[in-house]
């Protein structure tokens, strides 16, 4: 059983406003990803960590920002959100596995709809 | 670019039949290929993890094969359950033209299983 979470789950907002989506782990892995994906889309990455005080923009292009102050947390922000924003983001952890991605494992989502 | 592709793209079987997914991939220079399983609106759980090294791995009534040098893998479901219905995901991390440390999904399978 994995433990990573995501808070909220649902997210119903208004154009301009700020927006955090949490993401927290349990398991001590140093990697924690940021995805997007659309409804029947695939998931792109948007950004990742390699571990404290390590953040880096992932393949597809957005307007969050995230930070890495603790081991176990990875928050992703919107400072004005925007319906083009609406999707639903997957927050994700592994650990290094020789030099490179181990199993990753999910969170169950933030599903977020700007009005 | 790694490019993942995943056929059939949907798939509806009665209960209790044997089936098999394929994913495949562009470049086999890759270090490891997890399979996923995701409910709707929900995040992905990890099924099955194989190595670059491995030629299978087994999970109760699932059994994923991976031939890197081809660029293939195949999940096989054995006597199948509604309880399957689910879009299966594979995700392939490395490759010459991806690096170490990218995951590169696939846009997946969706099954159903009917009673």
């Known amino acids: 059983e994995a433990d990573i979470y995501q808070t909220p789950r649902y997210l119903v907002i208004g154009t301009g406003k700020k927006i955090t989506l949490e993401c927290s782990q349990t398991?001590?892995?140093?990697?924690m990803y940021w995805y997007q994906q659309d409804p029947g889309m695939e998931l792109h990455l948007i950004h990742y960590s390699y571990g404290v005080n390590s953040t880096e923009k992932g393949d597809l292009s957005s307007e969050s920002t995230v930070s890495r102050i603790r081991t176990e947390h990875f928050p992703l922000t919107l400072e004005s959100a925007r319906p083009s924003h609406t999707s639903q983001y997957l927050c994700a952890s592994s650990e290094w596995d020789r030099g490179s991605t181990g199993e990753l494992f999910f969170g169950e989502g933030s599903r977020l709809t700007v009005l | 670019k790694q490019e993942v592709t995943q056929i059939p793209a949907a798939l509806s079987v009665p209960e209790g039949e044997n089936l098999v997914l394929n994913c495949s991939f562009t470049d086999s220079a890759i270090y490891n290929l997890q399979w996923f399983r995701q409910d709707p609106g929900k995040g992905l759980t990890s099924l099955l993890l194989i190595q670059s090294s491995q030629r299978e791995q087994t999970s109760g009534r699932l059994n994923a094969s991976l031939d890197k040098s081809s660029g293939r893998s195949t999940l096989y479901i054995a006597a199948s359950q509604p309880g399957d219905s689910a879009t299966y995901l594979c995700?392939?991390?490395?490759?010459?033209?991806?690096?170490?440390?990218?995951?590169?999904f696939g846009t997946g399978t969706q099954l159903k299983v009917e009673l």
């Open positions: 398991m001590g892995h140093d990697k």
């Open positions: 995700a392939v991390s490395g490759g010459l033209t991806g690096g170490g440390n990218k995951l590169t």
